[in-house]
Nanobody, 118 residues
Framework: QVQLVESGGGLVQAGGSLKLSCAASGSISSRNSLAWYRQAPGKQRELVATINLYGTNYADSVKGRFTISRDNAKNTVYLQMNSLKPEDTAVYYC?????????????WGQGTQVTVSS
């Protein structure tokens, strides 16, 4: 079993910064990819950033502003968000997909709210 717990959300003014954390527990290793998604009111959930053994990837809307990283010793993935814009307002979710012998399973955190005021 895997559990993902996000923290670090809050209210910030446009141009400000926030750092989100996602603590992973259970059967997760450095080989597993981790990702951040976000969902704004009335919109579909969208991929923000991913990190795996081969590197990182970002949505075009956050490239150059957001940085995903992980501390394998702490089983934690981070999302450093700089130059925040009102359109970054959303609930941010940590995500992991693990391929068990019985098949792949998606795991999501409970989400953390990020609100950027103009």
């Amino acid at each position: 079993q895997v559990q993902l717990v996000e923290s670090g959300g809050g209210l910030v003014q446009a141009g400000g910064s926030l750092k989100l954390s996602c603590a992973a527990s259970g059967s997760i290793s450095s080989r597993n990819s981790l990702a951040w998604y976000r969902q704004a009111p009335g919109k579909q959930r969208e991929l923000v950033a991913t990190i795996n053994l081969y590197g990182t990837n970002y949505a075009d809307s956050v490239k150059g502003r957001f940085t995903i990283s992980r501390d394998n010793a702490k089983n934690t993935v981070y999302l450093q968000m700089n130059s925040l814009k009102p359109e970054d307002t959303a609930v941010y979710y940590c995500y992991c997909n693990i391929r068990w012998s019985t098949g792949p399973v998606d795991y999501w955190g409970q989400g953390t709210q990020v609100t950027v005021s103009s």
